[in-house]
């Protein structure tokens, strides 16, 4: 894989850019489902699941009809008929991903960049979701990575990764708050 250098300005930019776009289509805000993916027993693996754990106690997520805020865990396949019934737009998946970054690192990884990340923890390649989500959906997917610093086992997130996910957290109910309806 060619290694993607994204600055973290770019990442942000790239979220509230595409969801103005979903808005700007139809009015309404987009339909928006987030997956934290990650295993809670592999170190910085567990930062999608942290990302999605903190997004579920913020008023960002909370009756948010056009949010949908799922803790997949290291089997992001088996979340499918929950996001078929949401109907979402967009499919953001959140994950540590090996990107030969700094840890803690944050990165858009649009759906053609996914091939070839790793994501060895999971039972099925990213890429092989996101075309199945994109395809049965008819969505768009993307990935917000984050360099871990170390999948090791253990229980124990690095305060860089933590850093990042509360980053993440932040951006997500910054874009979402931007985005609900003033009715």
Same mark, same amino acid.
């Given at each position: 894989?060619?290694?993607?250098?994204? $600055?973290?300005?770019?990442?942000?930019?790239?979220?509230?850019?595409?969801?103005?776009?979903?808005? $700007?289509?139809?009015? =309404?805000?987009?339909?928006?489902?987030?997956? @934290?993916? @990650?295993?809670? /027993?592999? +170190?910085?693996?567990?930062?999608?699941? /942290?990302?999605?754990?903190?997004?579920?106690?913020?008023?960002?997520?909370?009756?948010?009809?056009?949010?949908?805020?799922?803790?997949?865990?290291?089997?992001?396949?088996?979340?499918? @008929? =929950? /996001?078929?019934?949401?109907?979402?737009?967009? &499919?953001?998946?959140?994950?540590?991903?090996?990107?030969?970054?700094?840890?803690?690192?944050? *990165?858009?990884?649009?759906?053609?960049?996914? =091939?070839?990340?790793?994501?060895?923890?999971? $039972?099925?390649?990213?890429?092989?979701?996101?075309?199945?989500?994109?395809?049965?959906?008819? *969505?768009?997917?993307?990935?917000?990575?984050?360099?871990?610093?170390? +999948?090791?086992? @253990?229980? &124990?997130?690095?305060?860089?990764?933590?850093?990042?996910?509360?980053?993440?957290?932040?951006?997500?109910?910054?874009? *979402?708050?931007?985005?609900?309806?003033?009715?």
């Amino acid at each position: 894989m060619e290694k993607m250098k994204i $600055s973290n300005i770019s990442w942000q930019t790239s979220l509230h850019q595409l969801l103005s776009q979903l808005k $700007s289509n139809s009015g =309404e805000p987009p339909r928006v489902a987030i997956v @934290g993916i @990650g295993n809670n /027993l592999r +170190n910085d693996d567990a930062a999608g699941m /942290l990302v999605a754990r903190a997004l579920l106690h913020r008023e960002c997520a909370a009756d948010t009809p056009h949010l949908l805020v799922i803790q997949a865990g290291h089997a992001p396949e088996n979340v499918t @008929g =929950e /996001l078929r019934s949401f109907a979402p737009q967009i &499919i953001l998946l959140i994950d540590a991903a090996e990107m030969r970054d700094v840890p803690g690192a944050i *990165c858009w990884v649009p759906i053609q960049s996914i =091939e070839g990340m790793s994501a060895s923890t999971h $039972s099925l390649p990213l890429s092989m979701l996101a075309r199945y989500l994109t395809l049965e959906l008819h *969505c768009m997917v993307a990935l917000i990575g984050i360099q871990p610093k170390s +999948n090791d086992v @253990g229980e &124990i997130v690095s305060a860089e990764v933590l850093h990042a996910v509360d980053v993440v957290v932040d951006e997500i109910c910054n874009a *979402c708050f931007t985005l609900k309806s003033p009715y």
